[in-house]
Structure formats: structure tokens, C-alpha cells
């Protein structure tokens, strides 16, 4: 088993990458509870080959979005912010933009039965097409990463409307997943040229929290055995991300979900992408069952931050989302008593909701997983709040993968 992880903290605006974004303001969040919510780290931005200001948009493909916005925001408790579609003058699909604290989902589902999407939705079902960076100068960025191989699939382009201009492009990354990259310093719209303004007309539950979660901590990327390196250094070559911890070997293993995973991240931390590849198992991993069902490489989940995992999950079972199970086993293992120490919730608490618990060299951390949220065993959540803790829940893998197995089994995947 090897395990690296870089660590350092700060609370100084400066060294960790400038001022907040203004997603991140608009969510009332300091830079401190940022730093707390995704573990922030000190960063010199002047030697930064690709500066990234953070997440921009999660955009999804979905074989309806009319249904899935009000999923988002019946169970997810997300605010509905901008709306394209035939009343405004796109035929080609419907789009809704939700927002919760400073995540920003992008929903978009065909209605024009020769759309791009219907194959794309085909193909791999609903799933993430677009993790969508916003950067200071696209244009230095495109610059970046052609000369470093990337595959350019937008050049820079000017979109402007009566809010103003956004400059925009993407590349290319692991399967059909790009990379959009947004400078939207001088525009004031509600999302983008062509979205008009819109507003739930959900009413969320008297007594729910104003939002359920705060900020995006990661994205992870399934590829294919052998590729997971090729991307990695992708990462590393293209965008000048760092390499933050590295997984690998039979103590984050079980008999089926062998696997091997990376994880890159931007300089402060802001942005981060663990990679995982399968490993070599008696049976079906994980891994091998996202792959198959999403026909390719592609993003297999989202870590969402919260700062109060307890009450988030409480409402989110309440409004009908599903956790994968933990045994009692797990919370009655003396090792993992004597490992995690105190934690700031009674342990019981954490086994009557199955809230896994990990404690690495600068703190701890808790974190609980969906089951897969459409027909297709591909795409999960991850709830994690953070108190101190860089890592990823290294300690938690067998746990994990073992309720995973399970799934797969009662699926007839294993």
C-alpha cells in the first residue's frame, strides 16, 4: 500500500490563491469556512501554469431535465437560478442551472429527437458531460494546454447579451468529458448568454436548512485500466495540477473492487480530481461496472461539502435519497475507535445514519455515499465535512467497496 498525502492549511486570502470567487460570496461563505469546508492549502499563484478560480459549472446530460430539476430540488434542496429552452429560443434541449451555496448544476435533457444529446443519453445515460472551470484568462489557458497536447474542442470565443460578455472554450478530457473554461468577469447574467433568469416554484418543507450543502470538494473520474497514469500526467502536463495522494494496494482492496487511484489537484487545493483505474480482481470491480454501464471512461461521483453532515443527511433521507448501508460491525471495531479518537458527534450518532468516519495526520473527516441516483449503476454523491483532514477517507475504502459489493450483488453486477 502507498500513501501520499501533501498537506498544510491557511486562512490567509493571499497564499491561498486569491480572494474568494463570486459563487463563493454569493454563498455568503468566508475564506475560513471554505477552508475548513475543502481543505484549502498555502499556493504560490505566480508560478501557475494554468491559474484555475475554481468550479465553474457540473454539467449534466439527463434523459429528462424537467423531471431531474425538480429532483434536485425536491430531495437536494437546490435552488433554481436560469432556465434555456423553446420559450426563449433554444429547440434543441431544455437546460436548468441549480445552484446550492457555490455548486452549480447544469441540467440538460433533448427535446429536439435529433439532438446530440439523445445519442450522448444513449450511449451513456445520464451522466456528467462538462466539468466546467472558471479561470482568469482563457485565452492563456487554451495557449497552455495546445502547446502541452490537449485537445482543443472550443477555441476562445466572445458570447455576449445585455448582461454582458463571457469569454469561453474547452478541451477535451478522459472519455467524452470536456473541460469548459469560463472567464465571467464582466458579465452580470444569471449563468450565460442565451439562460434567462427563472426561480423555484418548489416549496421547500418548513423547518428544512436553507441549503443542504455548501461547496463541490471533488470529482471522480473512472477510466480504463492501464489509463489512469495518461491522465494523471494529463493533469500534471496541461493544466500544472499537483499530484496530492496516490492509492494503491490490498489495503484499500477487497476480493472484487481492486482498484487503483490518483488523485490531482489546482494549486490551492480549490479544485480536485481523484482518478481511479481498475485493478486486477477475482470478479467484477466497481470500477469494471461503471465502465460498462457508462460506456467508457467518465465521472463516477461528486463529493459535495458540507458543514453539518448529520443534519444534511437527516433531511436527505427525509426527502427519499439513499445511502449505501454500514454494518454494525464497522462502528464496533476496536482499531477503529482507538484510530479516529474523538469526533465531534457521539459515535452512535454516526452509526444509526451509516456516516463513515476517517482521521489522517491533520484531523479528521466524515463522509457518507449514495447509492447510484439514476437507472444505470454509474453516477453517486458523496456528503463530506471536513475537520482538518486533506485526505479522501483512506481509512474507509474496504467499507466502502464492501457496501458497494453488496449493491452490485443485489444487482446481479458482481
Not at 120 to 141: A, F, N, T
Not at 184 to 189: D, F, N, V
Not at 219 to 236: Q, S
Not at 383 to 389: A, V
Amino acid at each position: 500500500m502507498t500513501s501520499t498525502v501533501s498537506t498544510g492549511s491557511t486562512t490567509d486570502q493571499a497564499s491561498t490563491g486569491g480572494a474568494l470567487t463570486v459563487d463563493e460570496l454569493r454563498a455568503d461563505l468566508t475564506l475560513d469556512q471554505l477552508q475548513q469546508l475543502v481543505g484549502l492549502v498555502e499556493y504560490d499563484e505566480d508560478g501557475d501554469v494554468f491559474p484555475v478560480t475554481g468550479w465553474d459549472a457540473i454539467v449534466f446530460v439527463v434523459g429528462n431535465a424537467t423531471q431531474a430539476a425538480h429532483y434536485y430540488q425536491s430531495a437536494w434542496g437546490m435552488e433554481l437560478e436560469a432556465y434555456s429552452g423553446p420559450e426563449n429560443g433554444n429547440r434543441d434541449h431544455k437546460s436548468y442551472v441549480l445552484r446550492s451555496g457555490s455548486i452549480r448544476f447544469v441540467l440538460n435533457g433533448a427535446v429536439d429527437p435529433d439532438s446530440a444529446l439523445v445519442e450522448h443519453h444513449r450511449r451513456h445515460g445520464d451522466g456528467v458531460i462538462d466539468i466546467s472551470l472558471e479561470v482568469p484568462d482563457v485565452d492563456r489557458c487554451v495557449a497552455q494546454a495546445r502547446k502541452a497536447g490537449a485537445r482543443v474542442v472550443r477555441e476562445p470565443e466572445d458570447v455576449t447579451d445585455e448582461h454582458g460578455t463571457v469569454r469561453i472554450a474547452a478541451i477535451a478530457a478522459y472519455g467524452e468529458t470536456v473541460h469548459t473554461l469560463v472567464d465571467r468577469s464582466r458579465y452580470e447574467g444569471p449563468y450565460l448568454p442565451g439562460y434567462d433568469a427563472a426561480a423555484s416554484t418548489f416549496k421547500k418543507p418548513a423547518g428544512q436548512p436553507k441549503r443542504l450543502f455548501q461547496a463541490l470538494d471533488h470529482v471522480v473520474g473512472n477510466v480504463e485500466l492501464g489509463h489512469m497514469d495518461e491522465w494523471v500526467e494529463f493533469y500534471n502536463r496541461v493544466m500544472g495540477f499537483v499530484n496530492m495522494a496516490e492509492f494503491i494496494g490490498e489495503d484499500i482492496a477487497t476480493d472484487y473492487s481492486a482498484l487503483m487511484s490518483k488523485v490531482v489537484a489546482n494549486g490551492n487545493h480549490r479544485v480536485k480530481f481523484p482518478l481511479n483505474e481498475p485493478a486486477p480482481g477475482k470478479r467484477k470491480s466497481q470500477i469494471d461496472e461503471y465502465i460498462e454501464f457508462y460506456r467508457g471512461a467518465g465521472a463516477q461521483h461528486l463529493a459535495l461539502a458540507t458543514g453539518d453532515i448529520i443534519a444534511t443527511v437527516d433531511a436527505l433521507r427525509d426527502n427519499g435519497v439513499e445511502f449505501l448501508d454500514t454494518p454494525d460491525s464497522y462502528y464496533e471495531d476496536p482499531e477503529l475507535r482507538a484510530r479516529i479518537g474523538e469526533v465531534r458527534v457521539p459515535i452512535e450518532q454516526l452509526q444509526q445514519r451509516g456516516i463513515l468516519v476517517d482521521r489522517d495526520e491533520d484531523g479528521y473527516l466524515l463522509q457518507i455515499f449514495t447509492k447510484p441516483i439514476g437507472d444505470r449503476p454509474t453516477v453517486f454523491f458523496e456528503l463530506i465535512e471536513r475537520h482538518g483532514s486533506l485526505g479522501f477517507g483512506k481509512g474507509n475504502f474496504k467499507a466502502l467497496f464492501e457496501a458497494i459489493e453488496r449493491e452490485q450483488e443485489k444487482r446481479g453486477n458482481l
